[in-house]
């Protein structure tokens, strides 16, 4: 384990939900509106677009969620978006990206190693109650011969906007954490090394918010695949696909019943900023059923398992990016919608903030 003191300055596809969701919509999640996908950060979905850094407020979760900045997520992806399987040169600087970046905003900085990897882990201590955290993540590793803009560039850069935002709150009752996990690819190795040895003794994760792909999205009727049964297990959820067209232009939001209110405030946050999403909250039989194991392909997994409070937030990955892990072409930045990803990052940093205790 290293630690690095601060400045002063899968996806999952197929089924993604499951036969027992205890909630459908608990809120008004929308599947209309969006943009093309056109490699700018311009081809946003309809809706209020997050309004960047200049002159922004902080002072409650809806402001800082138009402090998100769809360019900076763009500049950040392009640098990602290369080859980077573990121990490789690339691989490394995406590494000291996260650490540096996060150093940079102030964050005490740990590199958790682990057999083969390292995870990379910034922490700003809460005001009032820093044993509680929230924690937003996302894998920083990819597959050989493919350069992982999507997956999971996309992520990864939502994750250290989302950090730069919510560092300029004026207050955080409690304690933010943010990660690039390492090793993914090979079975979720680095957030499992962190759930099972990372905790901090003493401390509560409250909510885990997980990225892995948030960068494509189309309003092309047709562009959304739906898996063989989807209809059957989810009927409200297809019904929402069906009536926008198969129009691949929503985020999925896929929650424990433990994550509940997180999600809830996600689902508002991202309709004020008029982004579609679908959404369900699965109970503790569903979320860790072995019937269903293509539902824990990414890094909130881990956490599901130990019944931490998690959230996972993907554009579908294969089901509609033919370009997922180089199978149709490659994954590359020219065909990703940064304004979609932008709107992403600020439903979370709402969400989020609002877990962090600061108020609506």
Same mark, same amino acid.
């Given at each position: 384990m290293r630690?690095?003191?601060?400045?002063?300055?899968?996806?999952?596809?197929?089924?993604?939900?499951?036969?027992?969701?205890?909630?459908?919509?608990d809120t008004d999640g929308s599947a209309s509106g969006g943009g093309e996908s056109n490699g700018s950060a311009s081809a946003s979905s309809a809706g209020a677009e997050p309004g960047g850094p200049e002159g922004c407020a902080t002072g409650s979760?809806?402001?800082?969620?138009?402090?998100?900045?769809?360019?900076?997520?763009?500049?950040?992806?392009?640098?990602?978006?290369?080859?980077?399987?573990p121990?490789?040169?690339?691989?490394?600087?995406?590494?000291?990206l996260c650490a540096d970046r996060l150093t940079m905003l102030g964050f005490d900085v740990e590199l958790q190693e682990f057999t083969g990897g390292t995870n990379v882990?910034?922490?700003?201590?809460?005001?009032?109650?820093?044993?509680?955290?929230?924690?937003?993540?996302?894998?920083?590793?990819?597959?050989?011969?493919c350069l992982g803009a999507d997956d999971n560039?996309?992520?990864?850069?939502?994750?250290?906007?989302?950090?730069?935002?919510?560092?300029?709150?004026?207050?955080?009752?409690?304690?933010?954490?943010?990660?690039?996990?390492?090793?993914?690819?090979?079975?979720?190795?680095?957030?499992?090394?962190?759930?099972?040895?990372?905790?901090?003794?003493?401390?509560?994760?409250?909510?885990?918010?997980?990225?892995?792909m948030i960068g494509m999205a189309s309003d092309s009727?047709?562009? !959304?695949?739906?898996?063989? %049964? /989807?209809? +059957?297990? =989810?009927?409200?959820?297809? $019904? !929402?696909?069906?009536?926008? %067209? /198969?129009? +691949?232009? =929503?985020?999925?939001?896929? $929650?424990?019943?433990?994550?509940?209110?997180?999600?809830?405030?996600?689902e508002a946050h991202a309709a004020t900023l008029g982004l579609p999403s679908i959404s369900a909250v699965l109970d503790a039989e569903a979320k860790n059923s072995a019937l269903f194991i293509d539902l824990r392909r990414s890094d909130h997994a881990p956490f599901w398992a130990v019944d931490i409070p998690a959230i996972f937030l993907t554009d579908t990955g294969e089901l509609r990016n033919e370009r997922y892990h180089c199978w149709g072409g490659q994954d590359?930045?020219?065909s990703l919608d940064f304004g979609f990803s932008g709107q992403v990052v600020a439903a979370?940093?709402?969400?989020?903030?609002?877990?962090?205790?600061?108020?609506?």
């Open positions: 630690i690095r003191a601060p400045l002063a300055c899968t996806l999952l596809c197929g089924c993604m939900l499951d036969a027992r969701v205890i909630t459908e919509a979760a809806t402001a800082l969620a138009r402090c998100v900045d769809a360019d900076a997520i763009a500049a950040d992806v392009s640098f990602i978006a290369d080859v980077r399987t121990g490789s040169p690339h691989w490394l600087a995406v590494q000291e882990i910034g922490r700003l201590p809460g005001a009032a109650a820093s044993n509680e955290v929230v924690l937003v993540g996302a894998h920083y590793d990819h597959i050989d011969g560039g996309t992520g990864v850069a939502g994750v250290l906007e989302l950090a730069r935002v919510l560092a300029s709150a004026p207050s955080r009752p409690r304690t933010l954490a943010v990660a690039c996990w390492d090793q993914e690819e090979l079975g979720l190795l680095g957030s499992i090394a962190w759930v099972g040895t990372g905790q901090v003794p003493g401390e509560t994760v409250v909510v885990y918010f997980n990225y892995d009727p047709g562009s !959304q695949a739906i898996p063989p %049964g /989807f209809d +059957g297990l =989810f009927p409200t959820q297809y $019904a !929402q696909v069906e009536a926008n %067209g /198969f129009r +691949g232009d =929503f985020v999925l939001v896929a $929650a424990d019943e433990l994550a509940l209110a997180p999600a809830q405030a996600y590359d930045v020219a979370t940093v709402g969400a989020a903030a609002e877990s962090l205790g600061v108020g609506r």
